[in-house]
Nanobody, 121 residues
Framework: QVQLVESGGGLVQSGGSLRLSCSAS????????MSWFRQAPGKEREFVAG??????TYADSVKGRFTISRDNAKNTVYLQMNNLKPEDTAVYYC????????????????WGQGTQVTVSS
């Protein structure tokens, strides 16, 4: 079993930055795909970014503004979010799976509780 705990969410003004962290425990996740999803009120959960070894895969809506990274020694994944927009407001979830990066949330086994990100205009 893998337990995931997100942190770093909060309230920020449009154009601001936040860095989310996802700390994993229970198992070393160095070989796992780690991804971030988000869910806004009344909307479906959507893929934000994923990382397998290095580099990342991003949703078009965040490309060039968000950066995903991982520190396997700390069993932690990060999401650096710059130039935030009101439409980025959502609960952000960290998730893990074996295999390949997928934008389908149904393909992920382990999920954190989520952290709220609110961007004011």
């Amino acid at each position: 079993q893998v337990q995931l705990v997100e942190s770093g969410g909060g309230l920020v003004q449009s154009g601001g930055s936040l860095r989310l962290s996802c700390s994993a425990s229970g198992r070393t996740v160095g070989a796992y795909v780690m991804s971030w999803f988000r869910q806004a009120p009344g909307k479906e959960r959507e893929f934000v970014a994923g990382i397998r070894w290095s580099g990342g895969t991003y949703a078009d809506s965040v490309k060039g503004r968000f950066t995903i990274s991982r520190d396997n020694a700390k069993n932690t994944v990060y999401l650096q979010m710059n130039n935030l927009k009101p439409e980025d407001t959502a609960v952000y979830y960290c998730t893990a799976r074996e295999g390949l990066i997928s934008s389908n949330p149904s393909n992920y086994v382990y999920w954190g509780q989520g952290t709220q990100v609110t961007v004011s205009s």
